[in-house]
């Protein structure tokens, strides 16, 4: 050691760090700082594409038109339905681009995805692939964007934050999958990948290519009028069959843990066959409510004034808005009952019922509490693929992109309240919702079926689904949505305040809504409470500014802002400005 240097990472934790600074301090050893050495290109020798199978027909026009696209600014959505082979489309139009020594940046919306489409670009070309998401280090993320940017490494496969990776020699951005609301930055820096990745393809001149099942209706509108290129694949790949779509009354039947009696037939005849049933349930936790059976008082988070969330094996109440948690009470706060009942079905309780109701059959839960840690989720994924659970139970977490080739029976367990949201997006959310959930059935050999449980099921958006698919009711919506003067036919941006005192946030936007209204340019609507009106002991209002034209609208903002910034009452709230707004609550 005498005189050389060692990576001081790993002097220290071979010797521990204070006899490292005791032996640099005497002169012993030395620790020098090396810059990593990075070669701009390196990968190309070890690039070797895989056997690939042949396109069909509408692959093979999707990959044409994208070849076509090299080394010019285009925006492109490919809207393919669930298991059509969009993953091939994209792994044969970027092959020519790596030959020629140009990057692509992929980005996808969940963590979960990451590992099995890394894993596929890197069988198929031979590559290694850069690998960017929140749950790596400061020192991972920063190696991997010092490759980028030299040029190191060919494919970066990233989720929302990706996009500001920097690259040398670009060829083509890809957003999968990007309808979905995880592109969205809600808080802090507030932006869209999908559309950042538009800003940044226009600049390096390259081809953009969005990939989605259940396209954005801004997106698909963009296609429809001519803006972006629209490319499409309407049938499964592989021979595989489409997802049959059922609705299933569940009025006056015994209900069993969220589950009707009717639903749990058919999910005994997928079982009995040997095959996989996945049972939706969109809240995790064992219910969304704990009340007293007495007086009918709910337990309720202060800080947000919504009920919390009964977690029943770690015997705790948590608030899934401000993340508060308590430990379950014994009897009731207000007249002091013994008897507490909860309300509501979560993943937990469906969980337990199953076990009970399928005596001897394994399942797993799958949702933020049980996949939590570093590749538990990939290593879950991979059991079910080995069949061995028959029964999964989960929340969102399995709705994207996934490929289950044993899941035949996809059960959705509650699909009413977004039938009746405040959220003029909630049926576009529930349709995408739905579509995807139908796409992880079916997807091999063995034909899928999916049930919608619900208590309205003549509701027209049901209807509309189950008869005519995603593409039919995102149309219909587009004309709705035209109707009622409201996105993208428009755009808007809200103006968000919250404060302890609730008139304090109310006069703040009061005041900003004056400032506005001196230019007689844009529409202004409210000052309003949130759908969610208090979280974390802040009332939350908002302030929503719209115009026909995206110009008029920055130009109005840009003109105010110097002015709200001077408002007497912008130094008490904490306040934002969201641009393209995809969220009310």
Same mark, same amino acid.
Request: charged share 20%; glycine share 8%.
């Given at each position: 050691?005498?005189?050389?240097?060692?990576?001081?990472?790993?002097?220290?934790?071979?010797?521990?760090?204070?006899?490292?600074?005791?032996?640099?301090?005497?002169?012993?050893?030395?620790?020098?700082?090396?810059?990593?050495?990075?070669?701009?290109?390196?990968?190309?020798?070890?690039?070797?594409?895989?056997?690939?199978?042949?396109?069909?027909?509408?692959?093979?026009?999707?990959?044409?038109?994208?070849?076509?696209?090299?080394?010019?600014?285009?925006?492109? #959505?490919?809207?393919?339905?669930?298991?059509?082979?969009?993953?091939?489309?994209?792994?044969?139009?970027?092959?020519?681009?790596?030959?020629?020594?140009?990057?692509?940046?992929?980005?996808?919306?969940?963590?979960?995805?990451?590992?099995?489409?890394?894993?596929?670009?890197?069988?198929?070309?031979?590559?290694?692939?850069?690998?960017?998401?929140?749950?790596?280090?400061?020192?991972?993320?920063?190696?991997?964007?010092?490759?980028?940017?030299?040029?190191?490494?060919?494919?970066?496969?990233?989720?929302?934050?990706?996009?500001?990776?920097?690259?040398?020699?670009?060829?083509?951005?890809?957003?999968?999958?990007?309808?979905?609301?995880?592109?969205?930055?809600?808080?802090?820096?507030?932006?869209?990948?999908?559309?950042?990745?538009?800003?940044?393809?226009?600049?390096?001149?390259?081809?953009?290519?969005?990939?989605?099942?259940?396209?954005?209706?801004?997106?698909?509108?963009?296609?429809?009028?001519?803006?972006?290129?629209?490319?499409?694949?309407?049938?499964?790949?592989?021979?595989?069959?489409?997802?049959?779509?059922?609705?299933?009354?569940?009025?006056?039947?015994?209900?069993?843990?969220?589950?009707?009696?009717?639903?749990?037939?058919?999910?005994?005849?997928?079982?009995?066959?040997?095959?996989?049933?996945?049972?939706?349930?969109?809240?995790?936790?064992?219910?969304?409510?704990?009340?007293?059976?007495?007086?009918?008082?709910?337990?309720?988070?202060?800080?947000?004034?919504?009920?919390?969330?009964?977690?029943?094996?770690?015997?705790?109440?948590?608030?899934?808005?401000?993340?508060?948690?308590?430990?379950?009470?014994?009897?009731?706060?207000?007249?002091?009952?013994?008897?507490?009942?909860?309300?509501?079905?979560?993943?937990?309780?469906?969980?337990?019922?199953?076990?009970?109701?399928?005596?001897?059959?394994?399942?797993?839960?799958?949702?933020?509490?049980?996949?939590?840690?570093?590749?538990?989720?990939?290593?879950? #994924?991979?059991?079910?693929?080995?069949?061995?659970?028959?029964? *999964?139970?989960?929340?969102?977490?399995?709705?994207?992109?996934?490929?289950?080739?044993?899941?035949?029976?996809?059960?959705?367990?509650?699909?009413?309240?977004?039938?009746?949201?405040?959220?003029?997006?909630?049926?576009?959310?529930?349709?995408?919702?739905?579509?995807?959930?139908?796409?992880?059935?079916?997807?091999?050999?063995?034909?899928?079926?999916?049930?919608?449980?619900?208590?309205?099921?003549?509701?027209?958006?049901?209807?509309?689904?189950?008869?005519?698919?995603?593409?039919?009711?995102?149309?219909?919506?587009?004309?709705?949505?035209?109707?009622?003067?409201?996105?993208?036919?428009?755009?808007?941006?809200?103006?968000?305040?919250?404060?302890?005192?609730?008139?304090?946030?109310?006069?703040?936007?009061?005041?900003?809504?004056?400032?506005? *209204?001196?230019?007689?340019?844009?529409?202004?609507?409210?000052?309003?409470?949130?759908?969610?009106?208090?979280?974390?002991?802040?009332?939350?209002?908002?302030?929503?500014?719209?115009?026909?034209?995206?110009?008029?609208?920055?130009?109005?903002?840009?003109?105010?802002?110097?002015?709200?910034?001077?408002?007497?009452?912008?130094?008490?709230?904490?306040?934002?400005?969201?641009?393209?707004?995809?969220?009310?609550?």
């Amino acid at each position: 050691m005498a005189g050389g240097a060692l990576l001081a990472s790993q002097a220290r934790k071979q010797y521990g760090a204070p006899a490292v600074k005791a032996l640099v301090e005497k002169s012993l050893i030395s620790i020098e700082e090396v810059a990593p050495e990075f070669k701009s290109g390196s990968w190309l020798a070890s690039l070797s594409v895989s056997e690939k199978p042949v396109p069909d027909t509408e692959q093979s026009v999707a990959i044409a038109a994208l070849n076509r696209q090299q080394g010019n600014f285009a925006v492109s #959505l490919l809207e393919g339905v669930t298991g059509s082979g969009k993953t091939e489309v994209y792994l044969q139009a970027i092959e020519p681009l790596l030959r020629e020594g140009k990057q692509v940046l992929i980005l996808v919306p969940e963590i979960g995805l990451t590992p099995q489409t890394v894993s596929r670009f890197e069988k198929r070309f031979g590559i290694a692939v850069g690998v960017l998401h929140s749950q790596l280090s400061d020192k991972e993320r920063l190696q991997v964007w010092q490759r980028a940017r030299a040029g190191e490494l060919g494919i970066i496969i990233g989720t929302r934050s990706a996009i500001f990776t920097p690259l040398h020699n670009p060829g083509m951005l890809i957003v999968d999958e990007e309808h979905d609301e995880s592109f969205k930055q809600q808080d802090g820096l507030r932006y869209h990948a999908r559309d950042l990745a538009a800003m940044r393809a226009k600049q390096h001149n390259i081809p953009l290519l969005l990939g989605s099942a259940t396209p954005a209706l801004e997106t698909l509108n963009n296609a429809l009028s001519g803006r972006y290129a629209h490319l499409q694949l309407t049938k499964r790949a592989g021979g595989a069959k489409s997802t049959h779509q059922y609705v299933l009354d569940a009025r006056d039947q015994p209900i069993h843990y969220g589950i009707s009696q009717g639903l749990l037939t058919i999910m005994r005849q997928h079982i009995s066959a040997g095959n996989q049933v996945l049972v939706f349930v969109n809240r995790r936790g064992y219910a969304p409510a704990l009340l007293c059976h007495h007086c009918g008082e709910t337990v309720m988070c202060k800080r947000c004034d919504r009920p919390y969330t009964v977690h029943k094996a770690q015997n705790r109440l948590q608030c899934h808005h401000c993340g508060g948690m308590r430990s379950m009470p014994s009897n009731c706060e207000a007249c002091h009952h013994n008897e507490l009942v909860t309300a509501g079905t979560g993943t937990e309780q469906v969980e337990q019922g199953l076990t009970s109701l399928f005596p001897g059959v394994k399942q797993v839960r799958i949702d933020s509490d049980t996949v939590r840690g570093k590749d538990k989720l990939h290593q879950t #994924l991979d059991a079910i693929n080995r069949q061995e659970y028959q029964l *999964l139970v989960g929340t969102q977490i399995l709705s994207k992109g996934h490929h289950f080739p044993h899941v035949t029976l996809v059960a959705v367990l509650d699909c009413d309240g977004a039938l009746f949201s405040a959220d003029f997006r909630a049926p576009e959310k529930l349709a995408q919702l739905v579509t995807q959930l139908a796409g992880r059935a079916g997807r091999a050999s063995k034909p899928g079926e999916m049930w919608l449980q619900t208590h309205n099921p003549h509701h027209p958006l049901l209807q509309d689904l189950v008869h005519n698919g995603y593409g039919h009711f995102a149309r219909h919506a587009l004309m709705e949505r035209k109707a009622a003067g409201l996105p993208p036919f428009i755009s808007q941006f809200v103006i968000r305040a919250e404060a302890t005192d609730s008139s304090l946030a109310y006069r703040f936007l009061q005041d900003s809504k004056q400032v506005f *209204l001196q230019q007689h340019a844009i529409e202004l609507n409210g000052p309003f409470p949130c759908l969610i009106e208090k979280r974390q002991g802040r009332f939350r209002s908002m302030l929503v500014c719209s115009h026909e034209k995206r110009a008029p609208l920055h130009n109005a903002l840009r003109l105010a802002l110097p002015f709200l910034q001077a408002l007497p009452q912008a130094m008490k709230v904490r306040w934002s400005i969201d641009i393209d707004p995809t969220d009310f609550s």
